[in-house]
T-cell receptor, first 115, second 109 residues
């Protein structure tokens, strides 16, 4: 069974640039969510995708956008990067709906540094 | 707004010295309270789900309990490999999990 994989693992960007982060969900999982984790903080919910539709969003501006593909992989796009966007970006997947919707399987994250 | 507060921020134990981590929460309509373990540079790893007050779950040296306002993660006779940051999260009426900042546990041999 393949777990959640994310790419790239590390990247450095400058203010104003755009970035795309990628995630392959765990086999059999059709729901993907993205979280931002700043240093010393807990993860913060960005959004969630189920069957290629966004079905939940946290308090992040529209320059944070995403996609889910038919194979359930996902992308997180961030436009007009700001210094405060520097963080670990975590992708998590799970099976559809039901009682166990908080039991997430996380990838190892993409560490973004904005200079 | 759903909130989670974890204490202490950091805890240092000697191997074999039992202790507890606290997670206080406020949430509208608790659907679940979750404990995760996070090692440095890694993503969180799911440990437990608790759904209602009075519920308890155990796994090896860890035991999680839940009341209407807080949850405890009890660590019995910890080993150095238990060193990690332990995250608590709640899920209310939406799809998102709200995480606390975590407790960084260090177990010295």
């Amino acid at each position: 069974e393949t777990g959640v994989t994310q790419s790239p693992t590390h990247l450095i960007k400058t203010r104003g640039q755009q970035v795309t982060l990628r995630c392959s969900s765990q086999s059999g999982h059709n729901t993907v969510s993205w979280y931002q984790q700043a240093l010393g903080q807990g993860p913060q919910f960005i959004f969630q995708y189920y069957r290629e539709e966004e079905n939940g969003r946290g308090n992040f501006p529209p320059r944070f956008s995403g996609l889910q593909f038919p194979n359930y992989s996902s992308e997180l796009n961030v436009n007009a990067l700001e210094l405060d966007d520097s963080a670990l970006y975590l992708c998590a997947s799970r099976t559809g709906n039901g009682r166990h919707t908080g039991e997430l399987f996380f990838g190892e994250g993409s560490r973004l540094t904005v200079l | 707004e759903d909130q989670v507060t974890q204490s202490p921020e950091a805890l240092r134990l000697q191997e074999g010295e039992s202790s507890s981590l606290n997670c206080s929460y406020t949430v509208s309509g608790l659907r679940g309270l979750f404990w995760y373990r996070q090692d440095p540079g890694k993503g969180p790893e799911f440990l437990f789900t608790l759904y209602s007050a009075g519920e308890e779950k155990e796994k090896e040296r860890l035991k999680a309990t839940l009341t209407k306002k807080e949850s405890f993660l009890h660590i019995t006779a910890p080993k150095p490999e238990d060193s990690a940051t332990y995250l608590c999260a709640v899920q209310g009426g939406s799809e998102k999990l709200v995480f606390g900042k975590g407790t960084k546990l260090t177990v010295n041999p």
